[in-house]
């Protein structure tokens, strides 16, 4: 067993089994309804905590808004006006009206989008405009179950305390965490998740 291993296996004998906001984007299986939840929610955790993401969360489904459709078919404007208490809401209606104008419009649905390859799929969100490395693998991994580890200021915060490197660039440590596991979206969904658990421990 590597140090990576070892770490995954002491947060998870630590925590169990990741709760709370993690428990639907580490639900395996997950429904239609579910994976388009999960990449609404990757737009509004941008910059936000989970309270106040909730709160959005919650105007929208009032509204009958539950699908990446739903989205689409909206106005900016109204979708910033549900979604205001994520923060930087006009920014984050922009992003998700166009992120849902570019799955319905190129794939329809996630089933569909699922089947290309993860490389070009990564490329094209990274050309979305508002979608970085960490949302746009955020989105491969918990909604389309493509096996990219995720990094996150947790993540980097992680590295440097345990010191299992010194460059915290995204890419490098991506592979660093992809090349001392095996490629298993389960196995990095579970991980990732524990690694923000356990970061905002404060343990």
Same mark, same amino acid.
């Given at each position: 067993?590597?140090?990576?291993?070892?770490?995954?296996?002491?947060?998870?004998?630590?925590?169990?089994?990741?709760?709370?906001? !993690?428990?639907? !984007?580490?639900?395996?299986?997950?429904? +239609?309804?579910? &994976?388009?939840?999960?990449?609404?929610?990757?737009?509004?955790?941008?910059? %936000?905590? !989970?309270?106040?993401?909730?709160?959005?969360?919650?105007?929208?489904? +009032?509204?009958?808004?539950?699908? @990446?459709? =739903?989205?689409?078919?909206?106005?900016?404007?109204?979708? %910033?006006?549900?979604?205001?208490?994520?923060?930087?809401?006009?920014?984050?209606?922009?992003?998700?009206?166009?992120?849902?104008?570019?799955?319905?419009?190129?794939?329809?649905?996630?089933?569909?989008?699922?089947?290309? =390859?993860?490389?070009?799929?990564?490329?094209?969100?990274?050309?979305?405009?508002?979608?970085?490395?960490?949302?746009? =693998?955020?989105?491969?991994?918990? %909604? @389309?179950? &493509?096996?990219?580890?995720?990094?996150?200021?947790?993540?980097?915060?992680?590295?440097?305390?345990?010191?299992?490197? &010194?460059?915290?660039?995204? =890419?490098?440590?991506?592979?660093?965490?992809?090349?001392?596991?095996?490629?298993?979206?389960?196995?990095?969904?579970?991980?990732?998740?524990?690694?923000?658990?356990?970061? &905002?421990?404060?343990?």
């Amino acid at each position: 067993m590597n140090t990576f291993e070892k770490l995954y296996n002491d947060l998870k004998r630590k925590y169990g089994k990741p709760g709370g906001q !993690w428990s639907l !984007w580490c639900k395996r299986p997950k429904t +239609k309804s579910e &994976k388009e939840e999960v990449v609404i929610e990757a737009i509004l955790t941008q910059r %936000a905590n !989970w309270k106040n993401v909730e709160l959005a969360l919650n105007n929208l489904k +009032k509204a009958k808004i539950n699908s @990446l459709r =739903d989205v689409y078919n909206l106005s900016e404007e109204k979708l %910033a006006i549900f979604i205001r208490p994520s923060g930087f809401y006009r920014a984050k209606a922009n992003y998700l009206f166009h992120l849902s104008e570019f799955i319905i419009k190129n794939y329809g649905s996630l089933e569909i989008m699922k089947k290309v =390859d993860t490389e070009e799929l990564r490329e094209q969100l990274l050309a979305l405009k508002g979608i970085g490395p960490e949302t746009a =693998d955020s989105i491969l991994l918990y %909604a @389309l179950n &493509k096996p990219v580890f995720v990094i996150d200021e947790y993540t980097r915060r992680l590295v440097d305390k345990k010191k299992l490197a &010194k460059n915290l660039n995204y =890419d490098f440590l991506q592979n660093l965490f992809e090349k001392n596991l095996k490629k298993d979206y389960r196995l990095y969904q579970d991980f990732h998740a524990l690694i923000v658990i356990d970061g &905002k421990s404060g343990m």
